[in-house]
T-cell receptor, first 115, second 113 residues
Framework: DTEVTQTPKHLVMGMTNKKSLKCEQH?????MYWYKQKAKKPPELMFV???????INESVPSRFSPECPNSSLLNLHLHALQPEDSALYLC??????????????FGPGTRLLVL | GQQLNQSPQSMFIQEGEDVSMNCTSS?????WLWYKQDPGEGPVLLIA?????ELTSNGRLTAQFGITRKDSFLNISASIPSDVGIYFC?????????????FGKGITLSVRP
């Protein structure tokens, strides 16, 4: 099973709203990721959590706040977003292989529209 | 940031034809991954390659990890309409806490019935 789940599937929010995106994986993966993807572009990395600790923040604005409550869950808290933040937000997880290498598996994404 | 070189941006083929896609880099990668993405969905892993020279198949798909570690290709044989989508290559240099993927710009594949 290589399933990463994300909720909600779609989200519409105003610029003054606070909302959260949720991601879950039960593969025992040690790393979880948030990506932002614009139409017909590759995913852009936002945050990486390794063993529940934030290991990479790609200079993301503070209106995006990640949280990793436990090894299976990853949240992205949204506050005071701008219309240009509208995008597909993807979660991924990965585990280092004993034979070397590491593969990321993506969730289905949350389509966010900021009005 | 750095991107892998994937071109052309779009490919149009006839159903039943084979198609090959290339991904190149000026830097060495230790893992090469190929993903397919349908509109509004997340990327789905097609093939993962972990060793230089490795050739791996997944049904009608075959991918190879270049011997120089700077390139990879994906072949799709006997294409069918459901092969339509965007194909991304991705490379990874490090595992562990600093693990990051570098993506190509993607190739949009259209299959004419």
């Amino acid at each position: 099973d290589t399933e990463v789940t994300q909720t909600p599937k779609h989200l519409v929010m105003g610029m003054t709203n606070k909302k959260s995106l949720k991601c879950e994986q039960h593969m025992g993966h040690r790393a979880m990721y948030w990506y932002k993807q614009k139409a017909k572009k590759p995913p852009e990395l936002m945050f990486v959590y390794s063993y529940e600790k934030l290991s990479i923040n790609e200079s993301v604005p503070s209106r995006f706040s990640p949280e990793c409550p436990n090894s299976s869950l990853l949240n992205l808290h949204l506050h005071a977003l701008q219309p240009e933040d509208s995008a597909l937000y993807l979660c991924a997880s990965s585990q280092v292989r004993t034979s070397g290498g590491e593969t990321q598996y993506f969730g289905p994404g949350t389509r966010l529209l900021v009005l | 940031g750095q991107q892998l070189n994937q071109s052309p941006q779009s490919m149009f083929i006839q159903e039943g034809e084979d198609v090959s896609m290339n991904c190149t880099s000026s830097s060495i990668f230790n893992t090469w991954l190929w993903y397919k993405q349908d509109p509004g969905e997340g990327p789905v892993l097609l093939i993962a390659l972990y060793k230089a020279g490795e050739l791996t198949s997944n049904g009608r798909l075959t991918a190879q990890f270049g011997i120089t570690r700077k390139d990879s290709f994906l072949n799709i044989s006997a294409s069918i309409p459901s092969d339509v989508g965007i194909y991304f290559c991705a490379g990874q240099r490090h595992t562990g806490a600093n693990s990051k993927l570098t993506f190509g710009k993607g190739i949009t594949l259209s299959v004419r019935p």
